[in-house]
Each structure stands twice: as structure tokens, then as C-alpha cells.
């Protein structure tokens, strides 16, 4: 009987033990390279503008960087981007409008959605990310991938609309609306000299 009771309570010790690990993917949108580490392990550096993915044990982690440590929780069941730097990422939600109907039905669910990112105001429905150094996933298109029409998965046909979330880096989001008014002033210049 004792054996019994000894061997269940190594085998729970083992289990609590050993977490799942999974890839998590630690991203430095800033113009220097960064180093970090988890718990006391080996530095991780991330150069400038790059995404690095790891595998990471889930459970609570420390993170350190820059003198500093912030204590995660990882959920073995979602998946991350860590943002050591809490630089500001934007979540886009983007409608695709199949018909008529859908394009009636997204104006009457939403209106014409605006939103101020990066200090300038645009068409669109954008939700800000700032100061967090856990992102948990909740959109269809990651940092890197171009959103397309391809992600259907919640499409009602009722609707005639699905909406897709689309994650980016709040230094990308500034530097394309940034080239996009450059170019409405140049095309607006053009079209005065003509």
C-alpha cells in the first residue's frame, strides 16, 4: 500500500514537473538589438526588427530584460507573441464583403468604422495593443502574413460579410500610413500643377 501511495506521488511530481513546451515567437519591432532570458536560462538576442520563435516551457516563466523581470503565465492551450520591449501593436479587424446584402448588412452591424492609430485618424476598425509584454493570440493573421480572403472560416452566410483580424507592429502600421500620405500629397500636387 505505501508503494502505491509513493509511486502516485512521484508520478504526480514528475507530471507537475515536466510542462508542455511549445513555440512561442518574442518580437523586437525596435531599431536595436535586444537580449533576454527566461528564468536561468541562456540569453536569447533578437536583432533589430526581427521576430524570434523558441520553444518555451508554459507555466509561470520570468522573463528578464533590461534589468528588469516580468513574471508570465503561460497557457499550454493558447499561443503567444511576447513583446519584451511593450512596444504598441495594432489588431485590424477587416471586413470581406461577398454581396450586395453583406455590404448593406456590415453597415448596418458596424457603420463606418474609424480609428486613431498612431496619432492619425483612419478609416477602419483598429483595437491598440500598448504596454503589454504578453499577447495572446485572438487574430487569424499573424505579424508577418498578408491578410486575405482565404480565412473563411467564420463566414455566415446570413451576413454576406466575414470579418478577419489581422495583428501589426505599431512602427509598420506608422510607416505605411505615413508613405500613404505622402503619396495623397504628391497626387494632390500633381493634380493642382495640372
Not at 448596418?108 to 485618424?121: A, K, L, W
Request: proline share 4%; with cysteine.
Amino acid at each position: 500500500m505505501i508503494n502505491r501511495i509513493l509511486f502516485i506521488v512521484l508520478v504526480v511530481a514528475a507530471y507537475s514537473c515536466s510542462a508542455p513546451t511549445k513555440e512561442v515567437c518574442i518580437d523586437n519591432p525596435t531599431e536595436s538589438d535586444i537580449i533576454i532570458h527566461f528564468d536561468n536560462n541562456e540569453p536569447i538576442q533578437i536583432n533589430a526588427k526581427e521576430k524570434k520563435c523558441v520553444q518555451l516551457k508554459f507555466g509561470t516563466r520570468t522573463l528578464h530584460y533590461n534589468e528588469t523581470q516580468t513574471e508570465l503565465k503561460l497557457d499550454g492551450e493558447k499561443d503567444y507573441i511576447i513583446n519584451p520591449t511593450k512596444s504598441t501593436y495594432y489588431i485590424q479587424n477587416i471586413p470581406y464583403v461577398l454581396s450586395q446584402k453583406g455590404k448593406e448588412n456590415y453597415r448596418n452591424d458596424y457603420g463606418s468604422p474609424s480609428s486613431v492609430v498612431e496619432g492619425f485618424e483612419m478609416n477602419g476598425d483598429f483595437e491598440e495593443i500598448k504596454e503589454k509584454v504578453l499577447i495572446a493570440k485572438n487574430w487569424t493573421f499573424g505579424l508577418d502574413e498578408e491578410a486575405s480572403e482565404s480565412a473563411s472560416t467564420n463566414y455566415n452566410p446570413n451576413t454576406g460579410y466575414y470579418i478577419v483580424r489581422k495583428i501589426h507592429r505599431g512602427s509598420d502600421l506608422s510607416a505605411t500610413i505615413s508613405k500613404s500620405f505622402i503619396n495623397q500629397l504628391e497626387e494632390a500636387l500633381l493634380e493642382k500643377s495640372n
